[in-house]
Nanobody
Framework: QVQLVESGGGLVQPGGSLRLSCVASGIIFSRSAMSWYRQAPGKERELVAVSTTGGTANIADSVKGRFTIFRDNAKNTVYLQMNSLKSEDTAVYYC??????????WGQGTQVTVSS
């Protein structure tokens, strides 16, 4: 059974930082591209960052310079480090596992609220 479990969300003031974690089980993590998406109320889900199987990190322009994605294959975990948070970063953040010829798997999401 595949499970992706996100954690680390919460309430933070503008300018603050959070680190999200996504622990995967039931997949071959090292062979899966891992992504973070977010969905704000009334908006479509958008891609935030991708960590490829080769370790390359791709970051959306909207968060470039503030967010970092990295992974620990030994722990089956992908992280999203979020710095200099803004109110517009408020959303539910989801992780996704992608591997060729297999379905995509999603976590249940973790809420991030940036507010003073």
């Amino acid at each position: 059974q595949v499970q992706l479990v996100e954690s680390g969300g919460g309430l933070v003031q503008p300018g603050g930082s959070l680190r999200l974690s996504c622990v995967a089980s039931g997949i071959i993590f090292s062979r899966s591209a891992m992504s973070w998406y977010r969905q704000a109320p009334g908006k479509e889900r958008e891609l935030v960052a991708v960590s490829t199987t080769g370790g390359t990190a791709n970051i959306a322009d909207s968060v470039k310079g503030r967010f970092t994605i990295f992974r620990d294959n030994a722990k089956n975990t992908v992280y999203l480090q979020m710095n200099s948070l803004k109110s517009e970063d408020t959303a539910v953040y989801y992780c996704k596992a992608t591997r060729v010829l297999t379905p995509d798997y999603w976590g249940q999401g973790t809420q991030v609220t940036v507010s003073s």
